[in-house]
C-alpha cells in the first residue's frame, strides 16, 4: 500500500506541474515548446556521431510547423509521418503537432497495398518521408494528388541563442492529436484515435510507476511508429527534459554504438533483451531500469538477463489503443515472466467470463480496463469501437486474471486461445516451455481446426543450430512440465526465421495462413 501511495502523491505532483493551475492538460503541440522553455541547452537526441539540444530541436520543428503552414495544412489535417528512427522524425512529429495538425506516423515495413489503404482512410492532406522510403508512397499520393516533403525540406540553418516565439495551435485536449495505425490479430490496419488528454495522462501514469527523472538516458532502439515507443521514446522523454539515445536500427554494431552514450532507461522489446544475453558483455553499468514490452516475455530471456547482468528486467504491458501502457512489474519480488505487475494509477481492470460477468480473482477470463488514457475509438469505424468499447470499458483482447496482489498475469490472446475436446489450451504456456530448450530461438504455439477433437496444438520453432532429434526432444520436454492434452501434435523446427511483425514478434497471422 506504501508504495501505492507513493506512486500517486508523483502522479500528482507530475500532474501539477504539467498543468500549472489549469483545468485541463495541455494539447500535445504544447509539449516540445514547454521542455525547450525549461531546459533548453539540455540535449534531446544523440544519434550516432550527431546531438540536437532542445532548443534546436524546437527551432527546426517550428521551421518546419511554418513550411507546412505555408502550404495550406490546417488545423485537424491528417498529415502521414513516414521515417525511420532519426531526428528528423522528431521535428516532422512535431513540426506537425505544433499546428494542431494530426500525426499519423506509420509503420516502416507496411507493404503497398497497406500504405494506399490508410491513405484512402486518413486522406492525409501532406506526406512527410524520408527520402529513403519515398518510393513506398510515391505512387499511392501521386494518384491522390497528395503532396510530399522529405527531410530535405527540413531547415538546417543556424540556431538562434535564445528561444524565438511560435503560436503553437491548440486543440482542446479531448481531441484526436495522433492517428496510430495498427494492425492487431487480424485485418487490414485500422486507425486509433489518441487524444492529448490520453497522452498525457498515460505519460504521467508511467512517470509515476517507473519514476522517470529528467537526469535519465533514455535509450530509444525500438521503431518509433511504435506506440510504446512514441510514449516512452517521446512523449514521457520530452515531458521530463531527458535526454534520448536514437538507435538507427536494432543491431549488434548499432546497439554497441548508442550504449556508448551510458543510457540510464533501457527499453525494449523481449527479442532485444535476448540479443543482448547473447552479446553477453553490454555495457549496461549506467542502466538503472530495464523494461520489456510489446511481447510476452519469455521465462528464459528473463532469467539469463538477470544472471548475466545481475539487474531485474521489468515486464510491462499495454495496448495502442491505452496509449499504451496499462501496467508494469518494477517490484523486488520473484513472479512468474506473465505476471505484468499492477494496473497503474488511474486504470481499473476487471476480469470477465464470455457472458460478460466478473470472474473470481484467481480465475482465468478476458482482461478489460477503464481510465483516461483509453483511446477515442478506430478512426472511421464506429461499429469495430462499439465491439469492444462499451461505457468507458475497453477489451483488451488477452486473458489474464488477478494475482493475490491485484497484479495481472497475462495467459495468451483470446484470439489465439486453443479448445481442444473442450479444454482451454494457452499457446504462451507452451512456448515458454519450448524455449526453455538451448537450441530454440522463438516458438509459436496455434490450433489446427481437426474434425474429431475441435482443434490440436501445432508448433512453430526456430532453432539456433541445427538438431536432427529436436522434435522428440521438445515432446519429451514438454511432457515432463504440461498435460498431455497441450503438447503439441507437431514440432515444425528449422533455422529458417520465423515471419516476424516490424515490433519483433512472431507473425501468428502467417503461420495460420500456412496451417
Not at 48 to 58: H, K, N, V
Not at 168 to 193: C, I, Q
Request: charge should be neutral.
Amino acid at each position: 500500500m506504501a508504495h501505492r501511495a507513493h506512486e500517486k502523491e508523483l502522479f500528482k505532483k507530475a500532474y501539477d506541474q504539467l498543468c500549472q493551475g489549469n483545468e485541463q492538460l495541455p494539447c500535445l503541440g504544447r509539449l516540445l515548446q514547454r521542455t525547450a522553455r525549461m531546459v533548453p541547452h539540455n540535449t534531446a537526441l544523440f544519434y550516432e556521431d550527431r546531438s540536437l539540444t532542445y532548443l534546436q530541436l524546437y527551432f527546426y520543428a517550428t521551421q518546419l510547423s511554418k513550411k507546412l503552414q505555408a502550404s495550406g495544412v490546417n488545423p485537424r489535417d491528417r498529415v502521414i509521418l513516414l521515417f525511420e528512427n532519426m531526428p528528423e522524425f522528431y521535428i516532422g512529429y512535431f513540426g506537425i503537432v505544433q499546428i494542431g495538425a494530426v500525426v499519423v506516423p506509420l509503420n516502416t515495413f507496411l507493404q503497398a497495398n497497406e500504405i494506399t489503404h490508410i491513405l484512402d482512410d486518413a486522406k492525409p492532406s501532406m506526406i512527410i518521408v524520408s527520402s529513403s522510403l519515398a518510393q513506398m508512397v510515391q505512387e499511392a499520393a501521386t494518384a491522390r494528388s497528395i503532396p510530399l516533403l522529405t527531410e530535405r525540406d527540413m531547415e538546417s540553418g543556424s540556431v538562434p541563442a535564445v528561444l524565438t516565439h511560435f503560436e503553437v495551435t491548440d486543440l482542446d485536449a479531448n481531441e484526436m492529436a495522433a492517428l496510430l495505425y495498427t494492425s492487431g490479430t487480424t485485418g487490414t490496419p485500422k486507425g486509433v484515435m489518441i487524444s492529448s488528454k490520453n497522452i498525457f495522462t498515460n505519460v504521467l501514469q508511467g512517470v509515476a510507476r517507473f519514476e522517470l527523472q529528467y537526469t535519465d538516458r533514455v535509450f530509444a532502439v525500438l521503431p518509433l511508429f511504435h506506440s510504446f515507443a512514441q510514449n516512452t521514446c517521446i512523449w514521457s522523454s520530452i515531458f521530463n527534459g531527458s535526454s534520448i539515445i536514437l538507435v538507427p536500427k536494432i543491431d549488434r554494431r548499432a546497439i554497441l554504438k548508442a550504449l556508448q552514450y551510458e543510457p540510464t532507461i533501457l527499453l525494449g522489446v523481449p527479442a532485444l533483451f535476448g540479443l543482448l544475453c547473447l552479446m553477453k558483455t553490454a555495457p549496461l553499468d549506467k542502466v538503472r531500469i530495464c523494461i520489456a514490452g510489446g511481447d510476452a516475455l519469455p521465462d528464459r530471456i528473463r532469467a539469463s538477463f538477470a544472471l548475466v547482468y545481475r539487474r531485474k528486467l521489468c515486464n510491462g504491458y499495454g495496448l495502442t489503443e491505452t496509449s499504451p501502457i496499462v501496467s508494469g512489474d518494477i517490484e523486488d519480488e520473484l513472479t512468474c515472466a506473465a505476471n505484468v505487475g499492477r494496473p497503474v494509477v488511474g486504470m481499473e481492470c476487471l476480469i470477465k467470463d464470455e457472458t460478460g460477468y466478473p470472474v473470481p480473482q484467481g480465475q482465468i477470463g478476458q482482461l478489460w480496463v477503464k481510465g483516461d488514457n483509453i483511446m477515442l475509438g478506430y478512426y472511421n469505424a464506429p461499429e469495430m469501437t462499439e465491439s469492444i468499447l462499451k461505457d468507458g470499458w475497453l477489451s483488451t483482447g488477452d486473458l489474464a486474471y488477478l494475482d493475490h496482489k491485484g497484479r495481472i498475469v497475462i495467459t495468451g490472446r483470446y484470439k489465439d486461445l486453443i479448445i481442444h475436446k473442450g479444454f482451454n489450451i494457452y499457446p504462451q504456456e507452451i512456448e515458454n516451455v519450448i524455449l526453455m530448450h538451448p537450441d530454440t530461438l522463438r516458438a509459436a504455439v496455434i490450433g489446427k481446426p481437426d474434425a474429431t477433437n475441435g482443434e490440436i496444438p501445432i508448433a512453430y520453432v526456430q532453432l539456433k543450430q541445427e538438431n536432427n532429434n529436436i522434435g522428440a526432444q521438445l515432446e519429451a520436454l514438454c511432457a515432463k512440465n504440461i498435460a498431455t492434452y497441450k503438447i503439441p501434435r507437431q514440432f515444425i523446427c528449422s533455422v529458417e526465421p520465423l515471419p516476424l511483425t516490424a515490433t519483433g514478434k512472431v507473425d501468428k497471422k502467417v503461420l495460420k495462413r500456412l496451417v
